[in-house]
């Protein structure tokens, strides 16, 4: 990715930078996403765009950000996605400069590398997505981004960050990691239901950031969603495993011999609260998630 100049009289220096993205549509949540790579700060500023029910768009490569919002606009208009790439394009007076992605309400992925775009670059377009890379170590992080794409199971968003880690670790960026996004959208899925953000998340400086970003992602299933009710557990089993995490942090002495001993109730609701896991357990009826109880033993109970 490289950006322009902030105007046309005072340009600011261009640093290489190298981009590997994936735009996608999901016809099982009506979900567009985007996830991002580079070495380059914070590219979730600057290359995701996603409207939902109409479009995802990846601008890298002297990203072009009017992109985004003007696809969104010739989109909303009928306008399909290689069309809508075909009139930016047009419109760009830098377009041997560009690399784009974009994908549609309908699936229709179009991806398009600019002449000037420094190598490897390139870019393939599938059923219901497109990726694309620049200045990077070759066709291999594309293809394992693909291929990697194509044949997970898994849930939308973990597709996407699946193929961004095999792009990653089939080569990626020629000079190493910084920054990682992902962005998706789906009608109503926001916090509350208030508006389409479902998941946004960036990792904008670190040395290894997809994995970081797949944690975030765990932690956004553990946080706003629920189990379903075979993935539960029975709370008087788990409380021995959830009485060790409070002995370990000093919140008790030791394991109670009875277990629904009321003060060592009371201290682990107020740890449960602490942690933000209210909606994950019930102490009335006697369960708690499974995932959440996995991931305080493995969050708190390191050897």
Known sequence: MRLEPSSPGKPIPFHPVATFSIVAFDPDTRSLGVAVASKF???????????????????????????????????TDGKSAKKTLDILLQADEQASLRQVGIVDFHGEAATYTGA?????????????????????????????????????????????????????????????????????????????????????????????????????????????????????MSLENALPGLYAILVAHGQLEQIPEEPLHPPALQALRSFIGSENFEERIDFEEGWIDRPVYIFLQETFLKD
């Open 116 to 232: 000037e775009c420094q190598p490897w670059a390139g870019g393939y377009t599938g059923r219901q997505y497109a990726v694309q890379g620049n200045i990077l170590t070759g066709p291999e992080t594309i293809d394992a981004m693909r291929s990697t794409f194509e044949s997970s199971t898994e849930a939308f968003p973990e597709r996407l960050l699946a193929a961004l880690l095999a792009g990653d670790r089939a080569g990626g960026d020629r000079r190493g990691r910084q920054s990682a996004a992902i962005y998706i959208a789906r009608a109503d899925a926001g916090y509350g239901g208030f508006n389409d953000r479902w998941i946004d998340y960036r990792v904008d400086d670190h040395t290894d950031p997809v994995p970081r970003l797949q944690h975030l992602l765990r932690l956004h299933r553990l946080y706003f969603e629920q189990s379903e009710p075979s993935d539960r």
């Open 41 to 75: 700060p914070a590219a979730g500023a600057v290359v995701p765009w996603v409207k939902a029910e109409c479009c995802a768009v990846a601008t890298q490569s002297y990203a072009n950000t009017s992109f985004g919002p003007e696809a969104f606009k010739l989109v």
